[in-house]
């Protein structure tokens, strides 16, 4: 089969992505032959749209021509105003609930069961939890000499992971919103790959109290440590060494077992994306994610600024009205808490995702909201909650990588799956991150830091339905320990940046 050389979405589209570079005088189609270089991925006029003119992709309107745009130009994102956010007060809910769904290769993985939780482990880790960023030196200092002196005693632990993190103090504990972060590291200090084990570190004057991270019943000598009450140095690193050993004894029995895909959370994100992410990498992500669910497993995707474009097709998938109001009202939320920084949701997308060919953020969004699939949504989530639901899942989250991550970690993914077009080697270290690409070229350029291409698409090599069914397979090959993924055997592991939309005093 040979490369096109141009991909169009829907047969209501006026534009279409260049597949490579195509050359000043190339004809692309019947009638339409290029009239400058179209970079890879940037979009070509396949009609002139004059001044005002809807400029169309996936059947939708990114935007109104600012100047009239002849038939074969390139159109770049100087070259659209933004329309208006689609209203969340007007959507309709339950209209367009998919219950065909492809079925999964196998129903069942290899995980670690946790006692009173609803998602199993992928992982077996010593997470050491922190209630401010004071203590991060002495427990780093502790944390490299366990990799040394303890971790090798015990061969069934794959790691020991701190949650350092930027919140604690000076920080405005009593503010409404203060309640995010506060439920983020609740929730991290539990999370499935930590096995219930409990063990915290504390400095003793914070705002943020040993109180406010555990519930009163897990207070105790035998999971908490005050730095300021030892004497000394020595002192802290002996008492840390000697609780994560009581810790890691206690993990080392931990079993994986063969489990329904029920007790598995997978989380999906992307980072960097371009305009082939919403055709090849994030479709695949929901082709899988729709084998995921039909197979009983939990499936949660996020980052309100990349959805709030489409918000009204997702509107059409939540189950009923209640969980269709809840996402308007995450909806709403972000758009106050935007407002208040005097931006709106054009204010995401990078000099990166334009130079991968997306013009503005409703391009971006179409292309983000193929990572869902098509299954119905049965919960919508306040970042960082726990879901109490199977199936897919909205958790409303900012779209920035480093905080999207922390806050599907606090809600107990055992796995993320990261769509990129432009590439990142972005990691989590509580969880392995698989990441799919979107070209060729990308995967040729990081052949060993992308797990999965999802390129042969654009160059009619592979469907959505193998990509997807190959990441299912990987998806389900990492999470039950068979493989790791790039991100987990280099250890590239992001710093946790905690979702803080209250006031730093
Ligand atoms: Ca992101």
Known sequence: MSCPLYIKINDRDNVAIAVNEIKAGTQVMEGVTASQDIPQAHKIALEDIPAGGAIVRYGVVLGYAINPIRKGDWINETMLELPTPPSVDEMRFATNLVTELPEPPVTVWEGYPVEGSMFAGTRNILGISTTVQCVTGVLNVAVERMKRELLPKYPNVDGIVPINHAYGCGVAINAPEAKVPIRALRNLAKHPNFGGELMVVGLGCEKFTVEMLLDEADISPENVIILQEKKGFDAMIDALMEMADKKLARLNERKRQTLPLSSLLVG??????????????????????????????????????????????????????????????????????????????????????????????????????????????VEVLSPAEKPSKHGLIYAATPASDIVCGPCQLASGIGLQVFMTGRGTPYGLAAAPVIKVCSRNDMKEQWPDLIDINAGPIATGDASIQDIGTLLFNEIIDVASGRKQSFAEKYKLYNDLCIFNPAPIT
């Open 268 to 377: 999906m994100q992307c980072g960097g994306s371009d305009a082939f992410s919403g055709v090849t990498a994030n479709p695949s992500a929901g082709y899988a994610a729709d084998m995921l669910v039909k197979g009983g497993a939990t499936v949660m995707f996020s980052e309100v600024t990349e959805v709030r474009d489409g918000v009204y097709l997702l509107g059409e998938r939540c189950v009923n009205e209640e969980v269709g109001r809840k996402l308007a009202a995450e909806m709403k939320w972000y758009d106050h808490y935007l407002e208040m920084g005097q931006v709106d949701r054009s204010a995401n997308p990078t000099p990166g995702n334009k130079k991968g060919g997306l013009s503005n953020i409703v391009e971006k969004a179409m292309g983000s909201i193929a990572k869902s699939g098509s299954s119905p949504i």
